[in-house]
């Protein structure tokens, strides 16, 4: 299993494209309850970057990152996470890149309630055969705040000591991207900005490259870019975003979506 992992991932100094999309599409289901999810999306997240993905609900956003993340399989298109192109890989292989390139946080936390924090985190890590890189852990756990409590149990902790623990988790395999789906969905303000600011050090510090689908233009603002969706459709894109700046684009984009369907 161990000689079978792929490298660990290093950046090239010349940050490239973590992971991108081309001309993506995602049908759900058939005849009477078909449902285009993605509708041609094409984008690209560079490396060392914090993306945000936001539009209504509905309009795509969990689709996008399931899809670029190796979860779920496009209707047409392709995805590519540094140089590899998903659709070439047989299920093995898209097994092992999902492990050893890809990190995952879930709005759910998603933790396995009888392991401890530090067996929750290094778990990605155990089921590849692969021995942590001690220092590693040790500065992705003390970075998310959890030296302390490592040997807790998921119930022994609050909701964003859990988020942070999928945080670590998602970060130790060195992955090329982490995608996190709502990942404050479920946390109070204070313990979400924890855990917002928490990714956005693991960009700025540590180099990783962050993909978060967020409804909240706050959780937007910690981000160097947003990307926005709706009907399945790629339709804006804003760097160096404010909680303000995005909360007028929102207004104006879910107007135009009005008009759109009116
Ligand atoms: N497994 C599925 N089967 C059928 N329809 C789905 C499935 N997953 C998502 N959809 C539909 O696809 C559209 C996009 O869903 P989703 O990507 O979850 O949106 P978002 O995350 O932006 O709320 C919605 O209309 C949703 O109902
Ligand atoms: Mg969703």
Known sequence: MTADALAPYVPRPTPGIAAATTDLSKVHGRGDTRVVALDRVSVAFREGEFTAIMGPSGCGKSTLLHCAAGLDTPTSGSVRVGTTELGTLDDRRLTQLRRDRIGFVFQAFNLLPTLTALENITLPLSIAGRRPD??????????????????????????????????????????????????????????????????????????????MVTHDPVAAGFADRVVFLADGRLVDEMTRPTPDRVMDLMLRTSGDGAARTG
């Open 134 to 211: 001690r220092q590693w852990l040790d500065r992705v756990v003390s970075m998310v705040g959890l030296s302390q409590r490592l040997d807790h149990r998921p119930a022994q902790l609050s909701g964003g000591q859990q988020q942070r623990v999928a945080v670590a988790r998602a970060l130790v395999s060195r992955p090329a991207v982490v995608f996190a789906d709502e990942p404050t969905g479920n946390l109070d303000s204070r313990a979400g900005a924890e855990v917002l600011g928490f990714l956005r050090d693991s960009v700025r510090d540590l180099g990783q490259t962050v993909v």
